[in-house]
T-cell receptor, first 113, second 114 residues
Framework: SQTIHQWPATLVQPVGSPLSLECTVE??????LYWYRQAAGRGLQLLFYSVGIGQISSEVPQNLSASRPQDRQFILSSKKLLLSDSGFYLC????????????FGPGTRLTVL | SQELEQSPQSLIVQEGKNLTINCTSSKTLYGLYWYKQKYGEGLIFLMMLQKGGEEKSHEKITAKLDEKKQQSSLHITASQPSHAGIYLC??????????????FGKGTLLTVNP
C-alpha cells in the first residue's frame, strides 16, 4: 500500500531564516505530487504541483519554491521566511497522468516568529 | 476561478442525530471530493463523485452530487463522536485528464456531543 511521509512535523523558525520541508511517497511510482498550505480563515491553497522529476508548476506567486530531485521526493523551500509563511503545509500525491484522487500526508506545522 | 462554499461553517449535534453538510460550486463540477480532517492532521479521503445524481455510501456517511445545482451534500446517519472533525469538499477545475488542480471549500467543523 502507498504511504506518504512529511517532516518535520512541526517547525518554529525566525523571520529571514531558510526553510526546507520534505515529502516522500512509498509504494507507488511516477506519482503526481502537490504542496498545499492551510492557513486560518483561508482554507486549503495549492502552492505547487509536479508531474515528474524536475517538472514544477507554481500556482501562487510567493516567497516559496519547490523541487523534485527524485521521483517520489518533493521539497518545499524558502531562502528567507516571512511572517506570512506561517501555516500548515500539506503534501499530497495522486496517480500520474490522471486527474485522480489526491491522498494527503500528515502535514508540517510551520510557525515563523 | 472556481469557488466552493460549504454550509454550515460549524455544526454541533448530539450523538445519534443525523446531519447534512452542503458544498456549492460557483462553476460546473467535474469531480467532487470529500475529505475529513482532524485538527493538526492531514486530510483523509472519504469519497469521490463524478456524475450527476451519483450517490456513494461508506458506513454511515452518504454523499450525493447534484450536477444541475452544482452542489454536493454529505449526510451522516446516527452520528458518533468518531465523526467529529473538519469536513472539506474539493472540486476539479476541468474535465480533462490533465486537470490536476483541486479547489477546496473552507470546511465544516463538526462537533458530536456524547
Amino acid at each position: 500500500s502507498q504511504t506518504i511521509h512529511q517532516w518535520p512535523a512541526t517547525l518554529v523558525q525566525p523571520v529571514g531564516s531558510p526553510l526546507s520541508l520534505e515529502c516522500t511517497v512509498e509504494g507507488t511510482s511516477n506519482p503526481n505530487l502537490y504542496w498545499y498550505r492551510q492557513a486560518a480563515g483561508r482554507g486549503l491553497q495549492l502552492l505547487f504541483y509536479s508531474v515528474g522529476i524536475g517538472q514544477i508548476s507554481s500556482e501562487v506567486p510567493q516567497n516559496l519554491s519547490a523541487s523534485r530531485p527524485q521521483d517520489r521526493q518533493f521539497i518545499l523551500s524558502s531562502k528567507k521566511l516571512l511572517l506570512s509563511d506561517s501555516g500548515f503545509y500539506l503534501c499530497a500525491w495522486s496517480v500520474r497522468r490522471i486527474a485522480d484522487t489526491q491522498y494527503f500526508g500528515p502535514g508540517t506545522r510551520l510557525t515563523v516568529l | 476561478s472556481q469557488e466552493l462554499e460549504q454550509s454550515p461553517q460549524s455544526l454541533i449535534v448530539q450523538e445519534g442525530k443525523n446531519l447534512t453538510i452542503n458544498c456549492t460550486s460557483s462553476k460546473t463540477l467535474y469531480g467532487l471530493y470529500w475529505y475529513k480532517q482532524k485538527y493538526g492532521e492531514g486530510l483523509i479521503f472519504l469519497m469521490m463523485l463524478q456524475k450527476g445524481g451519483e450517490e456513494k455510501s461508506h458506513e454511515k456517511i452518504t454523499a450525493k452530487l447534484d450536477e444541475k445545482k452544482q452542489q454536493s451534500s454529505l449526510h451522516i446517519t446516527a452520528s458518533q463522536p468518531s465523526h467529529a472533525g473538519i469536513y472539506l469538499c474539493g472540486a476539479r477545475g476541468g474535465s480533462g485528464g490533465s486537470n490536476y488542480k483541486l479547489t477546496f471549500g473552507k470546511g465544516t467543523l463538526l462537533t458530536v456531543n456524547p
